[in-house]
């Protein structure tokens, strides 16, 4: 158990699988209630049992899409009905999509826009009056290196994850004063189903030079367990040895 985190309500968006459901185990683990909103209904419930069978009783789990702010609403509500209140937001869900620029249809544009950018700000537009009644909070965006280092291909998502920094830089200047920090992380490749998009990885199969998802989340709390006094703004994180180009 962490002081910090005991009675502490989290909502983690795209918290069935990958980094959200490292970062929702690591808070759970530490004392924290957590719900986790994601859209495939039967992922969403298989990774609540994972957890509360790790925390028993203190996950929660609402079927969310983020591009829908009624969704939303409803996954933050969830937070205070079951468990009181919400005090820290991850704002993690989020969508890869990688093509040239002509080839990207707007129907596509608008699912990573909608998803990885969108979706927070309707995040973060649910959540902080919340967490002002609480009398402070805490917000992690999951960013990218992407939303610093443009590829080709990656228009869309370069597009979503700089405008998310952005985003967090600016929402961090609106409620610094109603004592809630803004984070947000900026990973390299981190080894999740991410980059296999319409599949999962085979089972077992890792590439060792890769971030684990679940040093995302010990970032998650490192940067929880700072004092009040201070936040670390932006952070990024990268494979210490990716393969040499
Ligand atoms: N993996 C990497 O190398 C890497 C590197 C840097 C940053 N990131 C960022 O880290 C975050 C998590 O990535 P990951 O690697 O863990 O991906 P992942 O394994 O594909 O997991 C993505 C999660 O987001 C959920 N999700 C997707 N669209 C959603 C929507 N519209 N509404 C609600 N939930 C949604 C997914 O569930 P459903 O599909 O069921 O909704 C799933 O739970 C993303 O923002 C990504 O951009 C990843």
Redesign the pocket.
């Known amino acids: 158990m962490d002081p910090n985190l005991e009675n502490k309500v989290a909502v983690v ?10 970062i929702a185990e690591a808070l759970a683990r530490h004392g924290a209630r957590v719900v ?6 039967a ?2 419930a298989q ?1 609540a049992d994972a957890l509360n069978k790790l925390a028993p009783s203190r996950v929660d789990a609402v079927e ?5 702010y009624k ?1 939303v609403e409803r996954l933050m509500a969830r937070a205070e009905e079951r468990f009181g209140g919400l005090d820290i937001l991850v ?6 999509l990688f093509s040239p620029v002509e080839e990207i249809s707007p129907e596509e544009w608008d ?1 990573v826009i ?3 950018l969108t ?1 927070c700000f309707y995040c973060v537009r649910a959540a902080a009056p919340r967490m002002k009644r609480r009398g402070g909070g805490y917000i992690f965006n ?5 939303g610093k280092n443009a590829f080709a291909g990656g228009a869309a ?1 370069n597009a ?2 700089f405008g998310l920094n952005g985003f967090s830089e600016a929402a961090m200047l609106d409620l610094r004063y109603d004592n809630i920090r803004v984070s947000y ?12 998009p319409g599949g999962k990885r085979e089972p077992g199969r890792r590439s060792s030079w ?2 684990d ?1 679940e040093d ?1 989340a010990q970032a998650v709390l490192d940067l929880l367990r700072t004092d009040p006094r201070t936040m670390i703004s932006r952070v990024e994180m990268r494979p210490s040895q990716p393969p040499r180009k």
């Open positions: 968006t795209g918290g069935s699988r990958g980094i959200g459901f490292a986790i909103g994601s859209r495939n209904a992922d969403l990774a969310t899409d983020v591009r829908d969704q704002n993690n869900a989020g969508i890869g699912a909608g998803t990885n979706g999951i960013s990218s290196l992407a998502y979503s994850k992380i900026l990973p390299g490749s981190v080894e999740t189903d991410f980059a296999h890769k971030i998802p995302v």
